[in-house]
């Protein structure tokens, strides 16, 4: 199985930082890796898909990069609605694989 | 608009089965692929599998396989999710998912079935 692997585990930062995510597959996936927003006892929101690509409806400060093995996710002018916990999900290979997830917070 | 709504929660014992399902309105069920995510309580996410509901086929995760059947009814636009031999192990959030187009982008999720096993 593919493992992903995401830097940092949480993180709290201040409303109008920019916020970066990381995330580290095991092998090789291209750019098939999508980021999920998942707030407390609700269902995980598509936010970017193949690495890049901006879901629609999805504010234009959230942003994705990376290809082959190492991602990132980049949040800018950080909103008090971001507080929410973030993963990566490659589908390059099955099984479809998440990372552990990012918690971020607001200080 | 694309809705996916699922089956209340269930109390089940170790060793019983349990049956989820995804009534699902807004979009030709058949043309895409259904998955089943689950997370455990505080737990990341972990993909199950897959179903085609155009012809029924199904792709497991090999850590379910034995234990799982997906299945779908295209007459009602329902998925069907059934783990059978549950143990503690498997209390849990259960959701389905719609994909973006052919691949594996989880656009639309249901809101989540939380399935308890416990004695």
């Known amino acids: 199985d593919i493992q992903m692997t995401q830097s940092p585990s949480s993180l709290s930062a201040s409303v109008g930082d920019t916020v970066t995510i990381a995330c580290q597959a095991s092998q090789d996936i291209s750019n098939f890796l999508n980021w999920y927003q998942q707030k407390p006892g609700k269902a995980p929101k598509l936010l970017i898909f193949?690495?890049?690509n901006l879901e629609t409806g999805v504010p234009s400060r959230f942003g994705g990069s990376g290809s082959g093995t190492d991602f990132t996710l980049t949040i800018g002018n950080l909103q008090p609605e971001d507080v929410a916990t973030y993963f990566c999900q490659q589908y390059d290979r099955v099984p479809y694989t998440f990372g552990q997830g990012t918690r971020l917070d607001i200080k | 608009q694309v809705q996916l709504v699922q089956s209340g929660a269930e109390l089940k014992k170790p060793g019983a089965s349990v049956k989820v399902s995804c009534r699902t309105s807004?979009?030709?069920?058949?043309?895409?692929?259904l998955h089943w995510v689950r997370q455990a309580p505080g737990q990341g996410l972990e993909w199950m599998g897959r179903?085609?509901?155009?012809?029924?086929?199904?792709n497991y995760a090999q850590k379910f396989q034995g234990r799982v059947t997906m299945t779908s009814d295209t007459s009602i636009n329902t998925a069907y999710m059934e783990l059978s031999g549950l143990t503690s192990d498997d209390t849990a959030v259960y959701y389905c998912?719609?994909?973006?187009?052919?691949?594996?982008?989880?656009?639309?999720w249901g809101q989540g079935t939380l399935v308890t096993v416990s004695s």
């Open positions: 193949d690495a890049s």
């Open positions: 807004g979009y030709n069920f058949p043309g895409y692929y």
């Open positions: 179903i085609n509901p155009k012809n029924g086929g199904t």
């Open positions: 998912a719609k994909v973006k187009g052919l691949a594996a982008r989880f656009e639309y």
